[in-house]
């Protein structure tokens, strides 16, 4: 079943590339993000002070392997240029937690509508993951956990384990962003999935003043 997820990503992927369809965060500019300072572009995905829960530590649930990766990568972010991203409850809690563009608003006003990958309420039973950032590399490390909710035929991504998720922007053409992804077990032995895509850029209009 994981196997198969995957592979229908890739495939929508492939397909949002030859449709050239938005696919990227509203309000920013590629090219424009990726040469521009560090700190200016990290603090696009910072979050500003609040009390809102980020899912995306470690709990009880964790794998051994998921918890050392952790680790290294937490101390990478002390001096190696690596930003721990934060992962909250809901698309509105993202909203009210990170830095994102002020013309960005909620779509509902429901505040226990969950993202997806967050609907499960009990640690460990559905999707366990925390994402890295490197801003100058251009590249992003997910270490995925899938829970006993997620459970598939045998043979594929073990119920339990660490994959991780390795996301680099390949180029950058104008509005235009190229990215590719490899998911693979931690000892990078066994491939679980590939894929790529092309990003556009959509804009959102700044509301005037009157």
């Known amino acids: 079943m994981m196997r198969r997820s995957f592979q229908v990503a890739a495939r929508l992927g492939h397909r949002r590339a030859l ?98 990958t967050r609907c499960i309420q009990v640690e460990g039973q559905g999707y366990e993951y925390v994402i890295f950032f490197h801003p100058f590399k251009k590249k992003s490390v997910c270490l995925f956990q899938p829970g006993p909710y997620l459970e598939g035929p045998p043979g594929l991504i073990p119920v339990g384990s660490l994959a991780v998720l390795n996301v680099q922007v390949e180029k950058i053409e104008d509005q235009k962003l190229y990215m590719s992804c490899i998911t693979q077990s931690r000892d990078q032995e066994t491939v679980y999935a590939k894929s790529s895509g092309v990003f556009l850029q959509w804009q959102l209009e700044e509301e005037s003043s009157p």
């Open 19 to 116: 449709l050239r369809t938005p696919c990227i965060l509203p309000g920013l500019d590629p090219a424009a993000a990726f040469g521009s300072s560090t700190d200016s572009l990290v603090s696009r995905f910072c979050p500003v002070k609040t009390d809102l829960k980020d899912y995306a530590l470690p709990n009880a649930s964790w794998c051994p392997d998921m918890l050392s990766l952790y680790q290294e990568f937490l101390e990478k972010t002390k001096s190696d240029g690596w930003v721990k991203l934060p992962s909250f409850k809901s698309n509105r809690d993202h909203i009210q937690g990170l830095k994102l563009p002020s013309g960005l608003v909620a779509a509902s006003d429901k505040s226990d509508w969950r993202i997806f």
